[in-house]
């Protein structure tokens, strides 16, 4: 785990903070926020094609080809987004980070179920959910300052720095990815067959729905906060507070785990987080945001561990890969079609319902659970 999470870092830190600069690039560049949720849907679109795919990948031949894949494709677009800045150029950088980060982060997350015995499954979850915790904080912070005080080029090649190290390590290191886990080499494979296991679907769509409110958040705080004022850095300021209470949760998930069953505390998580999207359009100050912020961030932050958890421990022997890579796939048709409705909701009615509809999206879910 010492090197699957500093990678996971550096990977997800650009993921995390390219969508911060392209939001307010394509604000200055006066696209609507119609415009702006197409081009949040774009990071989803082609990884809504490959995530079975990539998961597959990583059951056959292994994680270390599809990581190295990933992270220089997510690379790429931030040199993309770097060189060119138009419309155009931004949808080609979503759509590449996308692609990147699907064939990343299937493997990552396949590799670390596969690291250490089952008992370890929780800390490890645990672990790597922390990596992307730091990551969410890290990414919008880059983000913000670089381009208050650099612009946003300068924002799009520090992050091209950061695929520097997941690439160096994949390839010198071969070893990096080896496992002791089921392969599975069988040739006819079906991703419905996975979806007919109930609990296996269960976890698909509660995945899909935890990662659309999370991303929606990521995506529409830059426009939010920019129509009421704020600076670039006060809004990498208020994404990096939500991180830092999700940080919360995933250090003490192998304690709650112990004492209340893994549904119940998701259930809980997500009321306390639809409570922060529903009060968040009401507050302008930059600190009564980050207090919001934080709330949102300490109820979906539960969201994630579990999920992946989960989702591993219930996958069919040989296939884990795959069904991480199914909830992938549902992680990002929530990706494509949400922003999109939410951009047109924006549009239409302000900022403020597309929190609401968030608030509304966790109720459901904790339904889901409950049920």
């Known amino acids: 785990?010492?090197?699957?999470?500093?990678?996971?870092?550096?990977?997800?830190?650009?993921?995390?903070?390219?969508?911060?600069?392209?939001?307010?690039?394509?604000?200055?560049?006066?696209?609507?926020?119609?415009?702006?949720?197409?081009?949040?849907?774009?990071?989803?679109?082609?990884?809504?094609?490959?995530?079975?795919?990539?998961?597959?990948?990583?059951d056959t031949i292994g994680m270390r080809v599809p990581l190295f894949i990933g992270a220089v494709l997510v690379g790429s677009a931030m040199l993309i987004g770097h060189f060119w800045h138009s419309l155009p150029a931004l949808s080609l950088t979503a759509s590449l980070v996308g692609a990147g980060f699907v064939f990343f982060n299937v493997s990552i997350q396949n590799l670390t179920g596969t690291h250490g015995s089952p008992e370890h499954h929780v800390r490890n979850f645990s672990l790597l959910s922390i990596g992307y915790s730091t990551s969410t904080f890290i990414g919008p912070m880059v983000a913000g300052f670089v381009?208050?005080?650099?612009?946003?080029?300068?924002?799009?090649?520090?992050?091209?720095?950061?695929?520097l190290l997941p690439i160096i390590v994949l390839a010198v290191n071969r070893n990096f990815a080896k496992f002791e886990g089921t392969v599975n080499r069988q040739e006819k494979r079906s991703a419905l067959d996975l979806l007919r296991i109930p609990p296996v679907r269960r976890l698909v769509v509660i995945s899909g729905l935890i990662v659309a409110a999370s991303d929606l958040f990521a995506f529409y705080v830059p426009i939010y906060a920019h129509s009421s004022g704020l600076?670039?850095?006060?809004?990498?300021i208020i994404l990096g507070t939500y991180a830092v209470a999700a940080f919360v949760p995933r250090f003490t998930m192998p304690i709650m785990i112990r004492h209340w069953a893994a549904d119940r505390v998701l259930f809980i998580a997500m009321l306390v987080g639809a409570l922060g999207f529903l009060a968040f359009p009401f507050f302008h100050s930059v600190y009564l945001l980050m207090i919001m912020s934080s709330v949102i961030g300490v109820g979906v932050g539960c969201g994630q561990p579990l999920s992946m958890m989960m989702s591993y421990e219930r996958s069919p022997a040989g296939r884990t890969g795959e069904v991480t890579g199914l909830r992938l796939t549902a992680n990002n048709?929530?990706?494509?079609?949400?922003?999109?409705?939410?951009?047109?909701?924006?549009?239409?009615?302000?900022?403020?319902?597309?929190?609401?509809?968030?608030?509304?999206?966790?109720?459901?879910?904790s339904y889901l659970i409950r049920r």
């Open 333 to 365: 048709m929530a990706r494509v079609v949400i922003p999109v409705m939410a951009g047109a909701l924006g549009a239409a009615f302000g900022t403020a319902p597309v929190f609401w509809a968030n608030a509304l999206n966790l109720v459901g879910i």
């Open 1 to 58: 785990m010492h090197l699957i999470v500093p990678l996971c870092i550096a990977i997800h830190s650009c993921y995390i903070g390219s969508k911060v600069v392209i939001s307010l690039l394509a604000l200055e560049l006066g696209a609507s926020q119609v415009v702006i949720g197409v081009i949040a849907a774009l990071y989803a679109l082609v990884p809504l094609v490959l995530g079975v795919y990539s998961g597959r990948l990583a």
């Open 147 to 163: 381009i208050d005080y650099a612009g946003h080029a300068a924002a799009f090649l520090v992050f091209a720095v950061f695929t």
């Open 231 to 236: 600076s670039a850095s006060h809004i990498g």
